[in-house]
């Protein structure tokens, strides 16, 4: 009686060629929205204030698809104060902020759910899962506290790496209530910066940034810790 040979193990480089161009798709995208500016968000700002009673909503729906495509969340947020004010603005700055995550979590999972679980193999991809289950949504909250990170090319990485939806959503308005208050109250102060607005958003925007540089320095600490050990072992 012979033994039954295992099949060989799936070659990886499709996993590494799709997740490449995945990877090049969304660094062009990058470039052409938010560093050559394709798109004229003035534009965009004046047909949305052309709705009238449903701008609101009309800005939550465009300003979260725009935000998946790489425009700043900065202009948009700052676009919602103008034209809204500096409290219904927020509500819509979070909306809009709410709906990119999603929006963009569920094209990362769709392109690269797969791929990346091929590239980490079963025990790898099992073990993440468990940890996201645990973590994913402290995750999604402290990378919005990471200052110079794209919130969009996170929820896409989020997203290739299984985080739930749910996740998503509620960590992204979690973790962006200080940001989008500062740059909706600072919109909103446009034509008076030297307002107490501004200086209480100028004011948030400094705490947020000490705590995301000290959470970053602390979580690199200790995943370099953790490193350290599992080689130990």
């Known amino acids: 009686m012979s033994e039954i ?6 070659p990886r480089w499709p996993h590494v060629v799709r997740l490449a161009v995945v990877v090049a798709f969304l660094l062009g995208l990058f470039y052409l929205v938010a560093v050559a500016r394709v798109i004229d968000v003035e ?9 009238g009673p449903v701008a609101p909503v009309a800005y939550i729906v465009v300003s979260a698809l725009l935000g998946a495509v790489f425009v700043p969340g900065p202009i948009l947020a700052a676009g919602s104060g103008v034209l809204f004010g500096p409290v219904l603005g927020l509500f819509v700055t979070l909306g809009a902020t709410v709906g990119t995550a999603v929006v963009a979590s569920l094209i990362g999972r769709r392109a690269g759910r797969g791929s990346a679980r091929g ?7 099992d073990r993440l899962d468990a940890l996201i289950e645990r973590w994913g949504l ?7 506290f990471i200052p110079g990170v794209s919130d969009a090319l996170a929820s896409y990485a ?8 749910w996740q998503m959503a509620v960590g992204a308005f979690i ?7 500062v ?3 600072l919109g909103a102060s446009i034509g008076d910066l030297s307002s107490p607005l501004a200086y209480v958003a100028v004011a948030v925007w400094c705490i947020t940034a000490v705590i995301g540089a000290f959470a970053t320095h ?3 600490r200790k995943w370099r810790a953790h490193a350290r050990s599992t080689q130990a072992e």
């Not at 980490?120 to 991809?125: E, I, S």
């Not at 402290?138 to 919005?144: E, H, K, L, N």
């Not at 973790?175 to 208050?181: D, I, L």
């Open 158 to 165: 989020f997203g290739a790496f299984g985080v739930p939806v």
């Open 138 to 144: 402290w995750a999604v909250v402290g990378q919005r």
């Open 5 to 10: 040979d295992e099949p060989p193990p799936a």
């Open 175 to 181: 973790g962006s209530v200080p940001r989008a208050f």
């Open 119 to 125: 590239l980490l193999g079963t025990d790898r991809a």
């Open 183 to 185: 740059y909706t109250a």
């Open 43 to 51: 534009a965009v700002r004046g047909a949305v204030a052309a709705t």
């Open 218 to 220: 602390h979580g690199y």
